[in-house]
C-alpha cells in the first residue's frame, strides 16, 4: 500500500497532519463552534428561492468578482465600508490562504501567539511561509509590550491576531492592536470569526480600519449565521489589499450558488442572528456552573469555553465522548474546550462533568 514516504511530498509538509476535528456520530456534539440551532425555516425557504434561480445559469461562470455579495456583507458591516473594502472566499480560512500567498510565501514569516487557532500554521505551511509561534501570557492575555516585544525580536511578515481568540475565546484589547500596528514591519490580519458573539462594550479591530491600510479584519458566516455548510468568510480592508488578493485567488473561485445562498442569508440576518444571545446566555452559564465547581475557566468572548480538566486532557476527552458528549482537544496539556450550544446541549455536558473525571481527581 502506497503511503506518504512513497511520494515525492515536499520536505516541509513531511510530519504534518492535516487539520480537522473528529466528526462523531453522538448525541451531543460541542466540538466544532457550530450555531446548534437548525437554519429557520423562512430562511431555508429564501435561499431555496436563490439557489433555484441560479441553476439555468449554471452554463456561465459566475461574478468571479462577488460584486453583489460583497456589497451586501459591506453594509452588514458598516464602519463606512464599501465593496472595494471586501473580499469574499470559501470559508475565512481560504481568504487567510490567500493574504499568505499574496504577502508571506518562500523566504518570508508569519507570526501567530499560541495558544490560538490551529489552522494558521498549516496555512502558514501550505503556502511555503515560515511559521513563528510566538506566545500568550501564562492566563491567555496579550499585553501590548509583550506581542510588540515578540515582533521585535523576530520581524515577520505577517502577524496573525485572533480577537476573540480560539481556543481561549480571551478577546483583545484595541491597545494591543494599536501596538501591533506600530511595531509590526507588513501586514497584520486581526481573526474575528467570533466577534458577534462578544461581550457588550468589546470593540472590534473593524473600527481602526481607517488609516491603516497594513490592517486586515476577516470574518465568517459560519459561526453566528449558522452557514457552516455555506462555508463563506470574508475580509474588510484597505482597497489595495483586495485588489492584492485578487492576484492569487482561483479564477471564479465562489460559485454562484454560494454567492446567492450567502446573499439570501445575509438578507435575512436578524433571524439568523437572533439566536446569538441565546448562545451567549448558554456560554456564560457554562462559565459560571463551572467556576462554581472550582474548575478553572478562561474568560470567553466567543461561543465557547476553554476548561481545565487538572490531568490527561485526552483521558477526561474520552471519558466525556464515553458519557455522549463529543468537546475537543485542542492540544492544550490539561485544558479542554466545549462549543456553547443549545440549553438541553449545555445540560448534558454539564450532567457529564457532574461525575469526577478520573484524571481531574488525580
Known sequence: MTTLDDLPLRDDLRGLTAYGAPQLDVAVRLNTNENSYPVPDEVTAAIGKAVQAELRDLNRYPDRDARALRADLADYLGHGLGTANLWAANGSNEVQQQLLQAFAGPGRTALGFGPSYSMHPLLAAGTGTRWIGALRDPDFGLTPDAATEQIRAHDPDVVFLCSPNNPTGTALEPAVIDAVLAAAPGMVVVDEAYAEFARPGTPSALSLLSGHPRLVVTRTMSKAFGFAGGRLGYLAA?????????????????????????????????????????????????????????????????????????????????????????????????????????????????????????????
Open 238 to 362: 484597505d482597497p489595495a489589499v483586495v485588489d492584492a488578493v485578487q492576484l492569487v485567488r482561483l479564477p471564479y473561485h465562489l460559485s454562484a450558488l454560494t454567492q446567492a445562498a450567502a446573499r439570501a442569508a445575509l438578507a435575512h440576518r436578524a433571524a439568523l442572528l437572533s439566536t446569538v444571545d441565546a448562545i451567549k446566555q448558554q456560554r456564560d452559564r457554562i462559565v459560571a456552573t463551572l467556576r462554581e465547581r472550582g474548575i478553572a475557566v478562561a474568560d470567553s468572548d466567543a461561543n465557547f469555553v476553554l476548561f481545565q480538566v487538572g490531568g490527561d486532557q485526552r483521558t477526561a476527552w474520552q471519558e466525556l465522548l464515553d458519557r455522549g458528549v463529543l468537546v475537543r482537544d485542542v492540544g492544550l496539556p490539561g485544558w479542554l474546550r466545549v462549543t456553547a450550544g443549545t440549553e438541553s446541549e449545555t445540560t448534558a455536558f454539564l450532567n457529564a462533568l457532574t461525575c469526577p473525571l478520573k484524571e481531574s481527581t488525580a
